[in-house]
């Protein structure tokens, strides 16, 4: 099984302060994505990844970047994080678009509070 | 853009009921469609896709969803309710070319036994 492995699943910082959220996957795939989840929103695009050193906005990108130096790594930055950017980030990877290989395996997320 | 709505925020289903949760898209020609579930505290799981072909999909956990194009529906069913798909139930489609998801609102669905 494909494994989206997100290393913290719970994180409390402070306003102004920088994050680093960070994302693994262990079965080559090209894309990756980074979604955020809030109540009665679903799931919003972020930032989306097609190669290594390359990324593409998604939906909401305002105040976040990324970064994906190795294939299998897919990093989401918060400069400067504030109180509105509390909430639930979910990473997820796929395989090249094609008949039945663009589906998204999707990690457990990250809960992040800032204060 | 391709875009889907899922009208029900919430939905409480007793035990052994069936299920139907209800999805519409927004696209003219045939879409690519998902559903995916959220366990409390993890993340999605794919739960079926429908690309083309048969309109009547069948997915894992004993789900299905029929593709009704005169509707502009996807809605995912279920005969038979159990505990465990107590859960958030998310209806996606593709946007804008290649591999961008766009998600529903999401449905809460809580089982009553």
């Known amino acids: 099984d494909v494994k989206v492995t997100q290393s913290s699943r719970y994180l409390v910082k402070r306003t102004g302060e920088k994050v680093f959220l960070e994302c693994v996957q262990d079965?080559?795939?090209?894309?990756m994505f980074w979604y955020r989840q809030d109540p009665g929103l679903g799931l919003r695009l972020i930032y989306f990844?097609?190669?290594?050193?390359?990324?593409e906005k998604g939906d909401i990108p305002e105040g976040y970047s990324v970064s994906r130096e190795k294939k299998e790594r897919f990093s989401l930055i918060l400069e400067s994080a504030s109180t509105n950017q509390t909430s639930m980030y979910l990473c997820?990877?796929?395989?090249?678009?094609?008949?039945?290989?663009?589906?998204?395996?999707f990690g457990a997320g990250s809960r992040l509070t800032v204060l | 853009a391709q875009s889907v709505t899922q009208p029900d925020i919430h939905i409480t289903v007793s035990e052994g009921a069936s299920l139907e949760l209800r999805c519409n898209y927004s696209?003219?020609?045939?879409?690519?469609l998902f559903w995916y579930v959220q366990s409390p505290g993890q993340g999605l799981q794919l739960l079926l896709k429908?690309?083309?072909?048969?309109?009547l999909v069948q997915g894992i956990k004993g789900f299905e969803a029929e593709f009704k194009r005169s509707q502009s529906s996807f809605n995912l069913r279920k005969p038979s309710v159990h505990w465990s798909d107590a859960a958030e139930y998310f209806c996606?489609?593709?946007?804008?070319?290649?591999?961008?998801?766009?998600f529903g609102t999401g449905t809460q669905l809580k089982v009553e036994l």
């Open positions: 997820a990877s796929s395989s090249e678009p094609g008949s039945g290989a663009n589906v998204l395996t």
């Open positions: 079965m080559d795939h090209e894309n």
């Open positions: 990844s097609y190669d290594v050193k390359m990324k």
């Open positions: 996606a489609t593709f946007t804008g070319g290649g591999n961008k998801l766009t």
């Open positions: 696209y003219g020609a045939t879409p690519y």
């Open positions: 429908y690309f083309s072909g048969d309109t």
